[in-house]
């Protein structure tokens, strides 16, 4: 058993490294997180225009996302998505209604879906 | 001085556990702390849309993760070692046993655990994978389950001899790093709950951390206060060359032959050992007024124990074990080697007040003559009670103990019970021989002294 026990632990390093270093090269050589030139603010006015199942808009951190794409593959029913389009939704996002926030992996899905910074208004 | 059948009796009261019913208990829980927590987040968890393969990997690096952290809290929750305990586990040694097969198994579930769950967001792409793997700051109990899994492979690494076979004292020591693995896995488990809403993962998880906190705390702290006692050796018998019989004079013990106990010296004139306990089986008699111990130089701390000042203090804790049967009703085959006879001189010491048995035969395995300690008392005490047959078998005469030797010196030997405590070598000779002959394992009972 304890040679077993041994064969695990190189056998997670091995695959940890793997995984991590394939997963780092592929990431790297993808989009920029940086924004993008000519990114202009979004106001929440035009956020709200973005209000409908099909066409979702929402604000996380300051931060507008078109999340109409990814609604169908949300792990919760669509309500509860869809209830937010348009809308400032940091709060729900971080405490997904009942005090618990969104993973590390929802987090890092975010800026796939990043239209741009929501605009400061007076 | 109360009589030494009311002292057993009362013993047997007061020891935690005693009765069937108890033991039968003790294993019920064990057994509900293994799987609760998987069948109570698995219930909680539901059948929800588990639509394709990433969703599979992901529920099972989740359950990886449940079963693993389970298993660690219920090893650290068996280390309690409080004596009596362990006979619902088929003695210390067996519970030992299942400590290390459950420590193993949950240090492979929580490796499997983040390449499952890493593995699981291949599909979201490789900048979600990295962030399983190796998130942001502010996701620090994900770290917090990093750290714990570091630090569990540098103690577990001497556990399974991943640099060789490790020193006892330095494997002990490094294994107390389990607590701190402990408490952040479970802060780790509490933080990332899914399936279950915050407060019952704090129920869960808290209180399970909160029972293995207890029995780490009760081992490495109360029990050296409220279980250890107090005892003076009085007199160290030299037996043969490195072996001595040492005689404590303290509160009574309450024991069956067989039972063994952990010896903590506090003689710092020793030479290595003072202040460490390591086991060591009782070679006295349960109504006798002192405990007498075996010792046989195998280590740093039994060597120096042979040289152990008479008058200095040591400190007792036990007693634990399952290896001999409270009566002896039933033929029996017992073989002892070496340092190995003391349960059985136990036990025949005690045939003097609690009557002998029906029918056992001792095999005593020496390497010649010089090296049969206590065989002159075990053949009086031979000579006194019908039931209790002894004979010497020397290696260097008769070379290894063979199906020959039994069938000429052990009449129906292949039908008794067969008990063996000695080397490893005898144990596995002896165990060869006897399934040879056809008695089933069950019939079969080993007590040997090599946990790691």
């Known amino acids: 058993m304890k040679r077993f026990v041994y064969t695990c632990f190189v056998a997670f390093w091995s695959s940890v490294i793997s995984i991590w270093s394939f997963a780092a090269l592929a990431a790297g050589g993808g989009a920029a997180e940086g924004e993008p030139d000519g990114e202009g603010a979004i106001t929440a006015s035009e956020v709200a225009e973005h209000s409908t199942p099909d066409d979702c808009w929402m604000v996380i951190d300051g931060v507008v996302y078109d999340v109409s794409e990814y609604i169908p593959q949300h792990p919760a029913p669509p309500t509860v998505m869809t209830e937010w389009c348009g809308k400032e939704a940091t709060e729900p996002y971080r405490t997904k209604g009942y005090g618990r926030p969104h993973s590390p992996a929802a987090d890092a899905m975010l800026p796939g879906y990043r239209v741009g910074p929501l605009a400061d208004e007076q | ?452």
């Open chain 2, 1 to 452: 001085m109360l009589p030494y059948h009311r002292r057993f009796q009362l013993a047997r009261e007061a020891h935690l556990i005693g009765s069937g019913a108890a033991r039968g208990l003790v294993r019920a829980v064990t057994a509900a702390l293994g799987v609760g927590p998987l069948i109570w987040v698995g219930a909680a968890a539901g059948i929800e849309d588990v639509s394709g393969a990433p969703d599979v990997v992901r529920l099972a690096g989740a359950a990886a993760g449940v079963a693993g952290l389970s298993w660690l809290l219920l090893a650290m929750v068996l280390s309690i070692r409080v004596p009596g305990l362990d006979g619902a586990f088929g003695g210390l040694l067996s519970l030992w046993r299942f400590h290390h097969r459950l420590g193993a198994a949950s240090f492979v579930l929580v490796m499997l655990h983040p390449v499952l769950l890493a593995l699981a967001a291949a599909a979201d792409g490789p900048r979600v994978v990295l962030a399983v793997l190796t998130p942001s700051w502010q996701a620090w109990p994900v770290w917090s389950g990093w750290v714990a899994l570091l630090l569990m492979m540098v103690y577990l690494a001497p556990s399974f001899a991943f640099f060789g076979h490790p020193r006892y004292q330095r494997w002990k020591t490094l294994h107390r790093l389990s607590a701190a693995a402990v408490l952040l896995a479970v802060v780790h488990g509490v933080a990332l709950s899914r399936a279950l809403p915050g407060a019952q993962a704090l129920w869960l998880w808290g209180g399970f951390g909160a029972l293995a906190g207890v029995a780490f705390v009760w081992r490495l702290l109360l029990s050296r206060w409220l279980s250890r006692r107090d005892y003076v050796i009085s007199h160290v018998q030299p037996l043969a060359e490195g072996v001595v019989e040492l005689t404590l004079d303290g509160p009574p013990l309450a024991f069956r032959p067989g039972q063994f106990v952990y010896l903590t010296p506090l003689d710092s004139a020793l030479g290595a050992g003072c202040g460490e306990e390591h086991p060591y089986s009782i070679v006295s008699a349960p109504h006798e007024d002192v405990v007498r111990i075996g010792v046989k130089d195998l280590g740093d701390a039994s060597h120096a124990l042979l040289d152990v000042t008479p008058g200095s203090r040591a400190l007792l804790e036990g007693p634990y074990g399952e290896f001999l049967p409270a009566a002896h009703q039933e033929p029996a085959l017992w073989i002892g080697g070496g340092i190995g006879l003391t349960p059985f001189v136990s036990a025949a010491r005690s045939f003097a007040r609690s009557g002998g048995p029906a029918d056992v035969h001792l095999v005593y395995c020496a390497n010649d003559p010089t090296r049969a300690y206590y065989l002159d008392e075990l053949k009086d005490i031979a000579a006194r009670e019908p039931g209790f047959t002894v004979q010497a078998h020397y290696f260097a005469e008769q070379g290894p103990l063979s199906l020959e030797y039994l069938r000429a010196n052990v009449p129906s030997y292949a039908w008794r019970q067969a008990y063996v405590c000695g080397p490893l070598p005898l144990l596995d000779l002896a165990r060869r021989l006897l399934r040879d002959s056809g008695v089933p394992r069950r019939h079969i009972t080993t007590e040997e002294f090599n946990l790691l």
